[in-house]
């Protein structure tokens, strides 16, 4: 059973677990040292800045730091006494509105406060009434002043840990992302070299567009996964997690409260999975479709200017974008519904959760809420919802990549195999088809009972009309195919007990439609093979003749190739096609109607080269003109996907059969041929 499109990705995600387990590890220390702000506010704030109100204790001029003159006598917080000096009288630092005032006794702080003429009213259980003094501004900064040294401390502190933060941070960035990228490039050539483990059968029904499309478009939505899912995701997971520790340590109460967003999320992310995965897989899947009707188009746009179906294409091309059009607008829809707006929903709904706490708990008796405590309890709450925003809004393209996902993966599940190069000792090239029946799709077989030999050196012709079978005989030699019935063989092994590249690795084929890649000529004859140096490249050129063009060429045979070759004629694209096929040493030489297309005096170029190289290797030609292979040793005559008659040139002549008829319509000779 086939793992899901997550777990494959999890899989691979795993291939590069030390770097992603490392910046994870930088994330939660970076996390951690920019979470301490707040706890680091909240000291400053209820320690320091609003800490000289309350108790003092008069230490009677014995040595303590952080004591403070008033009116000649020396006094020191009380939760800062040291345990070895003595202290004697106290007195109580209390706010009121915008003055302090100082009461020459230890009064407690809860409760409302007010003064009158210098009495000062604590509102606890039992009114409090006591005389109080004003602080001049001069005195309250005797007060203030033992607590800027520890301000000035924590504020460095918290630089110090921003800036570590900040080196953590940048590591965790590199290592998550060069990750990420890492996969993918894994995933990328583990898709290309799949596509060259497929039969070639495989790619028949299967626009280029598509194929590429899964490689680079598909792949590309995957890489933004791990970017945003190791990035953003993780981080602001972890980032969540870390606010919900600090909260907890402050409050326990309001982490609960903010524990209840989780399970909203996870609602969030189903239903966008359930619609998102729908609305994704019909996007890319159509965006495949417009990318292999945009490469078609461009293909045959001489043919569609030509034969002006310029609308027709238009129409076809407007009904794919339509389509994604259409499905794009329900996604927009869904976005729209689970993005910021549905979040600030919900952390309006916790805000109103946290007024309404804190506000009934203010109105039970002895109740205190420091500035601070609250101050850090709605810098966590705001930071909250930060990632949480952050996440709901990666869901569109966290379903676009599994969508792609999926895509990509059903690629390669497709059934390939596995490749093996290594080479088999050249063969001589003895040839023999025994009995062998083949077809395309289902029981509509092209080839039927085809027997046939031919050995080594020797070369053999197959004529016949469109859809005789032909190219279907080289198509199974070269193992592009297998044959549902009988075997081939080559110097008496079974093909089939070799890999595909074996079988090939001693064969050179020409085709009809020949193809360049962008590169050079040289490049083109040696496909970059390391075993083919340039002067092999060059003698095969001037073997088959394209020297003769090649040298008038402003760069010579370092001409640069663009794709397909268009800037040279059908007859040089044939000539360097067939010098790569010769480069490369072919005990058996493959010509699927080379000639075809080619002028007669190109034609007459490749027949000399022929001539000289075609002794020591077995030579297979599909003649279209029956003028090129006169010189056949054997001359395979198929209708219908049988051989109909075989002989030499004169033999088949002789017995005035489909041979002789064809050769005398080509002769322009209809009426002998009748």
Not at 59 to 67: F, L, R, Y
Not at 158 to 176: E, K, N, R, S, V
Request: glycine residues 6%; proline residues 3%; neutral net charge.
């Amino acid at each position: 059973m086939t793992d899901s499109t997550e777990k494959r990705l999890m899989k691979y995600a795993l291939k590069y677990k030390k770097g992603i387990f490392i910046g994870i590890i930088c994330l939660m220390i970076a996390t951690a040292l920019e979470l301490a702000g707040p706890f680091i506010a909240k000291v400053i704030i209820d320690d320091h800045i609003l800490g000289m109100e309350g108790t003092w204790q008069e230490v009677n001029g014995q040595e303590a730091k952080q004591t403070v003159e008033y009116k000649g006598r020396n006094f020191i917080r009380e939760d800062r006494v040291p345990s070895k000096v003595e202290a004697s009288n106290q007195i109580t630092v209390i706010a009121i509105d915008k003055d302090y005032y100082v009461v020459e006794e230890k009064v407690p702080l809860e409760g409302a406060r007010s003064v009158n003429d210098g009495i000062v009213t604590i509102g606890t259980e039992e009114p409090i009434s006591i005389h109080g003094e004003k602080l001049s501004l001069n005195e309250l900064f005797h007060f203030f002043k033992p607590e800027q040294k520890p301000i000035f401390i924590l504020l460095g502190l918290y630089m110090l840990l921003l800036i570590i933060a900040g080196f953590f941070q940048y590591a965790q960035t590199y290592l998550l992302q060069k990750s990420s990228n890492q996969i993918v490039k894994k995933m990328r050539n583990d898709v290309f070299l799949h596509t060259q483990k497929i039969p070639i059968d495989y790619y028949v029904d299967q626009p280029a567009g598509k194929i590429v499309a899964r490689i680079t478009n598909d792949t590309e939505a995957i890489r933004e996964l791990y970017e945003r899912v190791l990035s953003i995701v993780i981080t602001r997971i972890i980032y969540m997690a870390g606010i919900l520790i600090a909260i907890y340590l402050l409050n326990p109460k309001i982490a609960l409260i903010c524990l209840l967003i989780i399970p909203i999320i996870y609602l969030i992310a189903r239903v966008y999975k359930h619609y998102g995965s729908k609305y994704n897989l019909v996007i890319r899947k159509t965006n495949s479709e417009i990318n292999g009707n945009i490469n078609e188009s461009i293909q045959g746009m001489s043919i569609i200017q030509a034969f002006q179906v310029e609308e027709k294409t238009k129409a076809d091309f407007e009904h794919l974008n339509e389509g994604i059009y259409t499905h794009q607008k329900k996604l927009i829809k869904l976005n729209a519904f689970t993005s910021f707006n549905l979040v600030n929903v919900v952390r309006n709904i916790a805000f109103v959760a946290f007024i309404w706490y804190f506000g009934s708990f203010s109105l039970e008796p002895n109740s205190v809420i420091s500035i601070g405590l609250l101050y850090a309890l709605v810098d966590y709450l705001t930071r909250f919802f930060e990632p949480v925003t952050a996440i709901v809004n990666q869901f569109p393209l966290i379903e676009q990549a599994r969508a792609s996902g999926a895509r990509m993966f059903k690629l390669m599940d497709v059934a390939g195999e596995e490749v093996n190069d290594v080479p088999v000792s050249r063969y001589e090239g003895n040839i023999k088809f025994n009995d062998v029946s083949f077809a395309y799709t289902g029981d509509e077989y092209v080839l039927k009972n085809i027997t046939f030999e031919v050995n080594a050196g020797e070369t053999a012709a197959f004529v016949g009309h469109t859809g005789s079978g032909k190219s279907s005989i080289m198509n199974l030699l070269f193992r592009f195919y297998d044959p549902q019935k009988g075997n081939i063989t080559i110097d008496g092994s079974s093909t089939a007990d070799w890999s595909r590249q074996q079988v090939r690795g001693h064969m050179g084929i020409v085709l009809q439609d020949p193809f360049l890649f962008s590169g050079t000529i040289i490049s083109n004859v040696t496909m970059n093979d390391p075993d083919i140096t340039k002067e092999t490249a060059i003698k095969a050129l001037q073997a088959v003749g394209a020297n003769e063009f090649i040298e008038k060429l402003p760069n010579g045979y370092d001409q640069k190739v663009t794709e397909g070759g268009s800037t040279f004629s059908l007859g040089e694209r044939q000539l360097i096609s067939f010098a790569r096929a010769l480069a490369f040493d072919p005990a058996i030489l493959i010509l699927d109607e080379a000639t075809a297309n080619i002028d007669t005096e190109t034609e007459y170029i490749i027949q000399k080269a022929l001539e000289v190289l075609k002794k020591g290797r077995t030579t297979l030609v599909i003649a279209h003109r029956l003028s090129t292979i006169q010189n056949a040793d054997k001359i395979f005559v198929l209708e219908s996907g049988r051989i109909k008659e075989t002989g030499n040139h004169e033999e088949l002549i002789r017995e005035r059969g489909m041979y002789y008829q064809m050769y005398q319509m080509q002769k322009g000779n209809p009426e002998r041929a009748g």
